[in-house]
């Protein structure tokens, strides 16, 4: 088994975890999949995945931000810092490389998911929804940093829940 591909920093203080400069929470995956599942039975998934959209936008946003200052990022290289890390740090493997730079439009794949290994192949629905937010937040700050002030949206196109080979999310203009 390999080590963490992030530098992970704890406050022996404190006990705050930290990675590139923003605190971090490290628990087990069915802690975080069977939360999700319990806030879907409570909301229902087209309510929670309204929630968890604004959110992930925000915060992949606010994530850009930081991570560009701290290892001294800009562009599109900000964006590809950031779907290295969210895969680092178990979410899945993503791979952005579908996503034209002059537009910030394109798909984006997701292999491994998480919530795929706990729904399993065959939930017969789409389940990695919680990122579909992240890639418009990210790009966005993108375009703002180039002077291309985009407005993207994503949807998760397909998803390996549904039994496909990868999930898919497709950037596309607002």
């Known amino acids: 088994m390999a080590a963490p591909e992030v530098p992970i920093e704890v406050d022996p203080k404190t006990g705050v975890w930290t990675t590139d400069g923003q605190p971090m929470v490290y628990v087990p995956r069915h802690f975080l999949v069977d939360n ?10 087209a309510a929670y995945a309204k929630l968890l959209y604004d959110a992930g936008y925000d ?4 994530w850009c931000e930081t991570a560009a200052r701290t ?3 800009a562009g599109m290289d900000v964006f590809h810092h950031y ?3 969210l895969s ?6 993503f791979d952005g490389s579908g996503i034209d ?7 984006v794949t997701l292999r491994h998911s998480c919530f795929v290994y706990h729904y399993g192949t065959k939930a017969g629905r789409k389940v990695c929804y919680m990122c579909a937010g992240w890639f418009p937040g990210a790009l966005d700050w993108v375009g703002r940093n180039i ?4 407005s993207l949206m994503a949807r998760e196109a ?3 829940a549904e039994g496909r080979d990868r999930c898919t999310f497709e950037i596309s203009a607002v």
């Open 36 to 45: 999700h599942r319990a806030v879907e039975a409570a909301l229902g998934v």
């Open 59 to 62: 915060s992949a946003y606010a």
């Open 71 to 73: 290892h001294g990022l």
């Open 83 to 85: 779907m290295c890390r």
């Open 88 to 93: 680092q740090r178990g979410w899945g493997r």
């Open 101 to 107: 730079p002059a537009s910030g439009c394109g798909l």
């Open 147 to 150: 002077g291309a002030p985009w």
């Open 158 to 160: 397909a998803c390996a």
